[in-house]
């Protein structure tokens, strides 16, 4: 079973994880970045346009949020708790807190 098929017999959950995972394997984390910066201005520029569509909006939220709020946090959580081993400097992890203060509740 190819990607495409594999990706069109998950529920939209397991989706948003396949594709997530697909992208983590193949894509350096500028890639990424880019990639997301791009879905997300054209979500943006769509907005405006799904006015009326409530269900989208609402879901897109719940996506940036997922992405954003929750993925960041995790992530700059399991950072900080892997320290002993990085042994990153003092500056870095500074900067880690102020751009992700929820990372020390993870």
Known sequence: ???L??????NSNHKL???LSSLLQMSSLPELVRDLRGVLNAVINLEKEF?????FINDIKAAVLKIAKIGFTDAGGG???RLKDTKPSINTVKKLIRGNPDA???
């Open 17 to 19: 994880y396949f594709v």
């Open 1 to 3: 079973m190819d990607v």
């Open 104 to 106: 020390l509740s993870f």
């Open 51 to 55: 006015k009326e569509d409530d269900e």
């Open 79 to 81: 950072a900080l708790h």
């Open 5 to 10: 098929q594999t990706h069109n017999n998950l």
